[in-house]
């Protein structure tokens, strides 16, 4: 063998050792919370959850309870077009399954964790490799109002992720216009709230974990008795 040509394999042996490295990357540990009133799925209760399927964005999956490293949490099973498709994996909670008449009305925002993976090598590196990692993550969210009105959230983004499932993206959405009534009553049957994850750069599968309901001080509001299985 050659000088040239040994140096011509190691090049290459390097490149392929690095490509493979990258797509092992350990994902991230799932955020912990210790909240009493947080909503973590722990007792494998989504009840007051479902896909929103039918809007012509809307990409289609089902929701299901796994455990990711231990940890219980919400996931958003795609069909497995989402990224092909260009569309959009949302997921509508009712609060008002969750919470009491009186705490729904204090409600001035809402935290939680959520989480992406991928199923598939389409994220495009720098160099042009392909791997299996979901890569950015954002969307937005709303929710409705007395009125029948809706109210769109702020948008959220966390970093971009190189593992095949990326770590805890924890994202607050606001009623930031509450002191003008644009909140939830109490009154409505329902009390619901909307997350979307748009933008897909790989075909891959949502999370959600560890939802907060929060008080104008940034308290979390307690669950109803019923809804204790929740979390």
């Known amino acids: 063998m050659t000088k040239k040509t040994f140096v011509l394999l190691t090049v290459i042996m390097t490149a392929a050792f690095s490509a493979c490295t990258e797509k092992q990357i350990p994902p991230p ?4 919370c210790d909240d009493p009133n947080a909503v973590t799925f722990d007792n494998d209760d989504f009840s007051f959850a479902v896909p ?14 796994v455990e990711v490293q231990g940890n219980k949490m919400l996931k958003f099973t795609d069909s497995g077009t989402n990224f092909a498709d260009d569309t959009v994996q949302k997921i509508l909670f009712d609060g008002a399954k969750l919470l009491s008449a009186e ?13 992406a993976d991928a199923t598939a090598e389409e994220l495009k590196n720098e160099d042009g490799s392909m791997v299996k990692a979901p890569g950015w993550i954002g969307g937005g969210g709303g929710a409705n109002l007395p009125g029948d009105k809706w109210y769109k959230f702020g948008e959220w983004e966390g970093g971009e992720y190189n593992s095949v499932m990326s770590g805890a993206v924890h994202i607050e959405l606001k009623f930031l216009l509450a002191d003008s009534g644009k909140c939830w009553d109490g009154k409505m049957d329902e009390s619901v709230f909307q997350i979307m994850r748009w933008g897909a750069q790989n075909e891959g599968n949502f999370y959600v974990d560890n939802i907060l ?7 979390s509001l307690p669950l109803m008795k019923s809804a204790d299985n929740a979390g």
């Open 29 to 32: 540990a799932p955020a912990e």
């Open 52 to 65: 929103l399927l039918d809007d012509k964005d809307s990409a289609q999956g089902e929701l299901s309870v």
């Open 103 to 115: 705490n729904l009305a204090k409600v001035r925002s809402i935290e939680m964790d959520v989480y």
């Open 213 to 219: 309901f929060l008080d104008s001080d940034g308290d």
